[in-house]
C-alpha cells in the first residue's frame, strides 16, 4: 500500500529524518513507535504532503506521490488527529461529514455522518452538538468517525489516545481494531502508547535518531533487544 525509500528531513541543521526506509502491506495495521522528537509526526506529515522531504520518495500503490499522483491519493484516506482536531464552529455531524458535504447533499450526508457516529458509539442525538459540549472521548469519537466516513482504504491515527484516561484510551483502542478488521482498510498510528500499539498494531516500527532501527510483528516486540530501554521507559 505505501513504500518508504530513502526519506531524510532535516531543519536547519538539525536532522529528524536520516533515510528512512518502511513499507506498509494493504490490509495491515502497523504502528510507529518512538521517543517524543524522532521524527514520528515529521515523517507522516511527509507522507501526507504536509512537509516535503530533502531527499527520498514515497510511493502509494507503486506509484510516486507527487504533484499528479497526490489528489487520488487523499481521496482514498482518513484521518485521526491527535487534539481532534474538530472545528468549532460546525456541528458534529458537519465535522463528521466535511468531505462528503462536498459533493452530495446535506441530508444525504448527514445520514451518513449518523450512521459513523453509531459505529463509534454515539446515538442521533449527538449529530447536532457543538465540539464545546463535548467530552474528551466524544471528541475522540467524533474524530474516528470523521475519519471513517468515506470509507479510505487507508487511515493514519496520529497519537490516539493522547489526553484520555485508561478506561476511554481502551474504548478507543478497541474501536480503531475493530474497524480497522471490519473495513479491511490498511492503517498507520503514530503513538509512545505501548498499550495501543498491543490493542491495535499487526506490526511495530521502531524511529530512532532519523532511521527504523527495528521492524516486526507486535508479538515479537517484547524480546528484542533494540526495544527494551524504550520499553522500560515507557513502563510497557
Known amino acids: ?13 538539525k536532522p529528524v529524518l536520516a533515510g528512512v526506509d518502511l513499507t506498509v502491506r ?30 527520498g520518495e514515497v510511493l502509494w500503490q507503486g506509484r510516486r506521490l507527487d504533484a499528479g499522483s497526490r489528489p487520488d491519493f487523499l481521496r482514498h484516506f482518513g484521518m ?15 465535522n463528521v461529514a466535511f468531505r462528503l458535504r462536498q459533493r452530495m ?6 445520514a451518513i455522518a ?22 474528551g472521548g466524544m471528541a475522540k ?21 493522547t489526553g484520555l484516561d485508561p478506561i476511554r484510551a481502551r474504548r478507543i483502542n478497541e474501536l480503531i481494531r475493530g474497524i480497522v478488521r471490519e473495513t479491511g482498510a490498511t492503517a498507520v498510528t ?15 516500527a521502531m524511529l530512532q535518531d532519523g532511521r527504523i532501527v527495528w521492524d516486526g510483528p507486535v508479538a515479537a516486540m517484547d524480546k528484542a533487544a533494540l526495544l527494551a530501554e524504550f520499553l522500560g521507559k515507557t513502563g510497557a
Open 1 to 13: 500500500m505505501i513504500e518508504i525509500r530513502g526519506l531524510t528531513k532535516s531543519f536547519g541543521s
Open 26 to 55: 494493504q490490509g495491515e495495521s502497523l504502528c510507529v513507535i518512538g521517543q517524543s522528537g524522532t521524527g514520528k509526526s515529521v515523517l507522516m506529515k511527509c507522507i501526507l504532503g504536509l512537509t516535503a522531504p530533502d531527499a
Open 80 to 94: 485521526l488527529f491527535q487534539g481532534g482536531a474538530l472545528f468549532d464552529s460546525l456541528t458534529v455531524w458537519q
Open 105 to 110: 447533499s446535506d441530508q444525504r450526508a448527514r
Open 114 to 135: 449518523v450512521e459513523k457516529l453509531a459505529r463509534v458509539g454515539l446515538g442521533p442525538e449527538t449529530a447536532g452538538l457543538m465540539p464545546a459540549e463535548l467530552s
Open 141 to 161: 469519537r467524533v474524530g474516528l468517525a470523521r475519519a471513517i466516513a468515506d470509507d479510505p482504504q487507508l487511515i493514519f491515527f496520529d497519537e490516539p489516545t
Open 190 to 204: 503514530i503513538t509512545h502508547d505501548m498499550t495501543s500499539v498491543r490493542a491495535i498494531g499487526d506490526r511495530v
